[in-house]
C-alpha cells in the first residue's frame, strides 16, 4: 500500500510539472520595463509578454510609443526565456526568477554572434526614463531641428532633421535623414537634458543631449552593440533634406530597369512576365534584415490588396545578408508571411555595393533601404524615391502617403 501511495504521489509530482512550462521557470504576463546596457549607459525599452494558450510558447511586443511591433514566437529553454527575432538575426536570452529577467542580447552573422549586450528587465514597470512626475523641466523640443551627426572616430558628418512632439515633459518623434529615419523614438525632457530611446530587434538607440546657452542640442548617441557618434541640434522650422527623387537616378542612355531574378519558389521574374505588361510597376528594393523596408512594406503590402483591381503591380527586390538561397529564402518568406505580401518577392543579392550594382547595373547607386522605383505603363523609369518616412516621423509619414497616392493615380490613369 506504502508503495503504491508513493507511486501516485511521484505520478502526480511528474505529471504536474510536465503540464506547465512555466512551472520552474515562470515569467508573468503583462508590461515589461527592461534595458541594454553598453559603455556605462543604460538604453531603455517595453516589452509587453503574455503566456500562450499552448502552455510552451509566449508572445512578445516591443512596444515604442505608439508602435506595438510582434517578435518571433517566445519559448523556454532550460532554465532561460528565450525571444527570437529571426528577421534581424537576433535574439534575447535570459532567465526568469518570476518578477526579474537577466540575460543577454545577441546579434549574428553568418549563423555566429557578431555582438552582444547585457538585458535586464523588471515586470509591472511602465517607463523609460523616469517614473511618472519624475522629470522637470521648462524646456520644450516640439519642431523641427537641423541636426548633425559626427563620427569621432572617422570625422565623418552627416545631417538629419530632428521632428518632435513634446507633452508635458514626453517626448515622440524621430530623426529624418537621407537615407531613411530612425524610427519611433520616445523619450523625456528633464532639467537640461534631453532623453530618447527606441528598440525594435534591430535598432537599438540611445539618445541623450544638453541643452546649451544659446537654445541648441549637443549630445552622444549609441546605436547597437559598438557604433558611437556625437551629434548637434539647432531649432530651424525652414530644416530640409535634400530631394529624396534626385538622390538615386538612371545612368545616362537608360530609361528603364530590368532583372531577371527567382523567387523563394524558383519561379524566375522579369519586367517582361506578363503579370506587368501594361501596368505601373512599383519595384521596391528592400531587405528582411531593414527596419526602414519593414515600414514601407507595412504600408504597400495593405495598399496593393485595395488597388490590384486598378491595375497595377509591385514587385520586391530583397537584398540579403547573405545571398545563399538556403539562408536568405526562409528569411523572405518569414517578411512575406509576416506583412501579407501578395506581390512576388525576389532574391536579389547580397546588400552589397558590388552585389546592387551587378543585380541592377543602370542604377547609379543603390544608396538607401528602402528604395522605390515608379514605372510607367510603357515600361519608362517616371521617379526614383531614396529612403522612407515612416509612421514614427509625423506629417512626414502623411506626406509621403498623400505624395505615393497622386503619383499612382496618375499612372493608373494614364493612357
Not at 264 to 274: H, N, Y
Given at each position: 500500500m506504502r508503495l503504491l501511495l508513493l507511486f501516485g504521489?511521484?505520478?502526480?509530482?511528474?505529471?504536474?510539472?510536465?503540464?506547465?512550462?512555466?512551472?520552474?521557470?515562470?515569467?508573468?504576463?503583462?508590461?515589461?520595463?527592461?534595458?541594454?546596457?553598453?559603455?556605462?549607459?543604460?538604453?531603455?525599452?517595453?516589452?509587453?509578454?503574455s503566456q500562450n494558450p499552448d502552455g510552451k510558447t509566449l508572445t512578445v511586443h516591443i512596444i515604442n510609443g505608439t508602435e506595438k511591433l510582434k517578435m518571433d514566437s517566445s519559448y523556454f529553454q532550460n532554465d532561460s526565456l528565450v525571444i527570437p527575432m529571426m528577421m534581424f538575426d537576433a535574439k534575447i536570452v535570459a532567465k526568469s526568477t518570476g518578477d526579474e529577467l537577466k540575460g543577454t542580447y545577441y546579434r549574428y552573422a553568418n549563423g555566429a554572434v557578431s555582438g552582444s549586450l547585457p538585458f535586464e528587465a523588471e515586470q509591472g514597470e511602465n517607463y523609460k526614463f523616469f517614473k511618472k512626475g519624475e522629470a522637470r523641466s521648462?524646456?520644450?523640443?516640439?519642431?523641427?531641428?537641423?541636426?548633425?551627426?559626427?563620427?569621432?572616430?572617422?570625422?565623418?558628418?552627416?545631417?538629419?532633421?530632428?521632428?518632435?512632439?513634446?507633452?508635458?515633459?514626453?517626448?515622440?518623434?524621430?530623426?529624418?535623414?537621407?537615407?531613411?529615419?530612425?524610427?519611433?523614438?520616445?523619450?523625456?525632457?528633464?532639467?537640461?537634458?534631453?532623453?530618447?530611446?527606441?528598440?525594435?530587434?534591430?535598432?537599438?538607440?540611445?539618445?541623450?543631449?544638453?541643452?546649451?546657452?544659446?537654445?541648441?542640442?549637443?549630445?552622444?548617441?549609441?546605436?547597437?552593440?559598438?557604433?558611437?557618434?556625437?551629434?548637434?541640434?539647432?531649432?530651424?522650422?525652414?530644416?530640409?533634406?535634400?530631394?529624396?527623387?534626385?538622390?538615386?537616378?538612371?545612368k545616362p542612355g537608360f530609361e528603364s530597369v530590368d532583372f531577371s531574378l527567382q523567387d523563394?519558389?524558383?519561379?524566375?521574374?522579369?519586367?517582361?512576365?506578363?503579370?506587368?505588361?501594361?501596368?505601373?510597376?512599383?519595384?521596391?528594393?528592400?531587405?528582411?534584415?531593414?527596419?526602414?523596408?519593414?515600414d514601407e512594406t507595412n504600408y504597400l503590402a495593405p495598399w496593393y490588396k485595395k488597388n490590384k483591381n486598378r491595375g497595377v503591380e509591385i514587385v520586391g527586390l530583397s537584398f540579403e545578408r547573405n545571398d545563399k538561397p538556403e539562408i536568405a529564402n526562409p528569411k523572405i518568406d518569414r517578411m512575406v508571411s509576416r506583412f501579407g505580401i501578395d506581390y512576388p518577392v525576389v532574391l536579389a543579392g547580397t546588400s552589397s555595393d558590388a552585389s546592387t550594382a551587378k543585380a541592377?547595373?543602370?542604377?547609379?547607386?543603390?544608396?538607401?533601404?528602402?528604395?522605390?522605383?515608379?514605372?510607367?505603363?510603357h515600361g519608362k523609369v517616371r521617379e526614383i524615391h531614396t529612403g522612407f518616412n515612416g509612421p514614427g516621423t509625423g506629417h512626414y509619414y502623411d506626406e509621403f502617403v498623400t505624395d505615393f497616392n497622386t503619383l499612382m493615380d496618375k499612372l493608373i490613369s494614364e493612357k
Open positions: 504521489i511521484l505520478s502526480f509530482f511528474i505529471l504536474s510539472t510536465n503540464s506547465n512550462a512555466f512551472a520552474d521557470t515562470p515569467v508573468k504576463s503583462g508590461i515589461w520595463r527592461a534595458t541594454l546596457s553598453r559603455d556605462k549607459q543604460k538604453l531603455p525599452l517595453i516589452l509587453d509578454i521648462s524646456r520644450n523640443v516640439s519642431g523641427k531641428w537641423a541636426t548633425t551627426f559626427k563620427n569621432p572616430a572617422t570625422g565623418e558628418e552627416s545631417i538629419a532633421v530632428g521632428n518632435f512632439t513634446q507633452q508635458g515633459t514626453d517626448v515622440t518623434g524621430s530623426f529624418l535623414t537621407p537615407t531613411g529615419d530612425y524610427r519611433f523614438l520616445t523619450g523625456s525632457v528633464n532639467g537640461d537634458s534631453l532623453f530618447l530611446s527606441t528598440f525594435d530587434g534591430s535598432f537599438a538607440m540611445l539618445f541623450k543631449a544638453g541643452f546649451q546657452p544659446d537654445g541648441s542640442l549637443k549630445g552622444n548617441q549609441w546605436s547597437g552593440v559598438k557604433a558611437f557618434k556625437t551629434w548637434t541640434a539647432k531649432p530651424d522650422a525652414n530644416a530640409k533634406l535634400p530631394d529624396a527623387t534626385k538622390m538615386t537616378f538612371l523563394t519558389k524558383g519561379k524566375t521574374w522579369s519586367l517582361q512576365d506578363p503579370r506587368f505588361a501594361g501596368k505601373p510597376v512599383i519595384i521596391q528594393i528592400m531587405g528582411s534584415w531593414c527596419p526602414n523596408c519593414m541592377l547595373p543602370m542604377l547609379n547607386k543603390v544608396m538607401s533601404y528602402p528604395t522605390t522605383i515608379f514605372i510607367d505603363k
